[in-house]
């Protein structure tokens, strides 16, 4: 049993022409079509890349232009398949004629973006500095409480005196941990209905 294959109309070729122009991906001209990106990419590649694509082997000058724009769109990691539709080649051809530079355009990009958030966490940016932190020190917001000793056979006042020891946050999980609310402590409660102050 074959395929079906859909004929395409005039109307579906300008809508692929708009949405190039507009910007859109593959992935969204795809799905506005209800298809596939290699059906797209089979069916409409003047469309997608503005000139006819003639198959075989056509040796191709690079302009600086060209180049320039292949190596923006990967240091803003447009897939490859991507870029190379847009230059009416195959993914291969994209590699072969430009790999060493396409492997070093993303961490060109990570470099400058990483610069410029130690630059910011370095002059103040609180936000800059926590990321940083969580990033590349394994920092974490979780809250940790160990307790080295038994609360058995404490007094009340005792008990409230271990626990105005403890950190405002500390005290504010221990109260999630033994309230009423489940919604508080992610929980049933059992036990006695006296609350913390």
């Not at 069916?43 to 000139?51: A, I, S």
């Not at 230059?87 to 060109?108: C, M, P, W, Y």
Request: aromatic fraction near 6%.
């Amino acid at each position: 049993m074959g395929h079906n294959r859909r004929k395409w109309e005039a109307s579906d070729r300008t809508l692929v022409l708009d949405m190039v122009k507009g910007g859109r991906t593959l992935t969204a001209i795809a799905k506005a079509l209800g298809c596939s990106t290699p059906t797209v990419k089979r069916n409409f590649p003047t469309e997608l890349t503005g000139h006819e694509r003639k198959p075989g082997n056509n040796p191709h000058t690079w302009t600086d232009d060209e180049r320039l724009q292949i190596l923006a769109m990967a240091s803003y990691g447009i897939p490859y398949e991507e870029i190379a539709v847009c230059f009416g080649i195959g993914r291969s051809t994209l590699i072969n004629h430009f790999g060493a530079e396409l492997d070093v355009a993303q961490t060109k990009v990570d470099a400058n973006v990483t610069r410029a958030l130690v630059r910011n966490a370095l002059q103040g940016n609180v936000s800059a500095q926590i990321f940083y932190l969580k990033a590349r020190r394994g920092w974490s917001e979780k809250l940790t409480v160990e307790h080295g000793g038994r609360i058995e056979g404490l007094s009340d006042l005792d008990l409230e005196a271990a626990i105005s020891e403890l950190s405002p946050k500390a005290r504010e999980g221990l109260r999630a941990l033994i309230s009423d609310d489940p919604a508080v402590s992610g929980g049933e409660h059992s036990g006695d209905d006296e609350t913390l102050h």
